[in-house]
């Protein structure tokens, strides 16, 4: 197994819609029959499906990946076969380099129905060609066939199988764990100090929806480590997108005294945080008195105890 394919220690989240995912990953490991993989974009399918291979008893055997979409048809079925209807290849074709392994058709929606007919085949055949096939969809094998982008074959050999996966904004208990996640990650690739997420920050992404699920999470994320000018992410070091009135997390317009006010609250608590609640040591910190900040914490109402 290539060293850079996702396993099942490597998906991040403990809610009990991962929990679940998890639960389904090892009980479809177990198995050689064709599985498809559901969800929203950016939900973490391929992931998904490499942890499926990772946790196989196939996790020693190739593991090969095409995304469809990315290719017209004639292009499509050169790489999956040895060889397409206009003469020979010059290398074996994806299903042949995959045996013995898994074979993943990323974005599979689209796969044209001659294509889904001749693996059937293949896979199916007298011999079958061994190979544990994976896909990924947007959406199930019954709605693609009923829309007539599935050939009912296909989709009735594929529907038995099926992990979906839940959009993050259903698994909201996971998003920090996430950002927290990705964090170290991009401060070490771009050489930053960026160590954590302010209080304000985290509101901001626990607001959001996240149309764009996990890897929206992870480019906001990479973005904002960039736009970081020291140890914490604060909310306007996010993608606009996030910074609007219904985030909530941080105001965007009004006058300049209530986002003085917000800023500030922010730096104290972030300030309590990073000393574990010693008032005296986040008044040095913030270059203030001990009686000054109290007043402030008494005003903006903010506890210092949950730091401890």
Known sequence: MSANLQTLANLVGTSREMQEVRDQIVCHAAESTPLLVVGEPGTGRVAVAQAVHGASQRQDRPFQQVYCAALPAAALARQLFAHANDGPADKPGLLQLAAGGSLLLAGADDLPTTLQLQLLTA??????????????????????????????????????????LPPLRKRKTDIVLLADHFLPHYAQALGKDVRRLASATIDMLMSYHWPGNVRELENSMARAVQQAEGSVIYPYHLPPTLQTAEAGAMPVAGDLKSLVSAFERDLIRDALKSTRGNVAAAARALGTTPRILGYKIRTYQIPPRPYD
Request: glycine share 4%.
């Open 123 to 164: 896979l199916r055949g007298e011999p079958p060609a061994d190979v544990r096939l994976l896909l990924t969809t947007e959406h199930d094998a019954p709605q693609l066939a009923a829309e007539g982008r599935f050939h009912p074959d296909w989709a009735a050999w594929l529907a038995p199988n099926t992990i979906y």
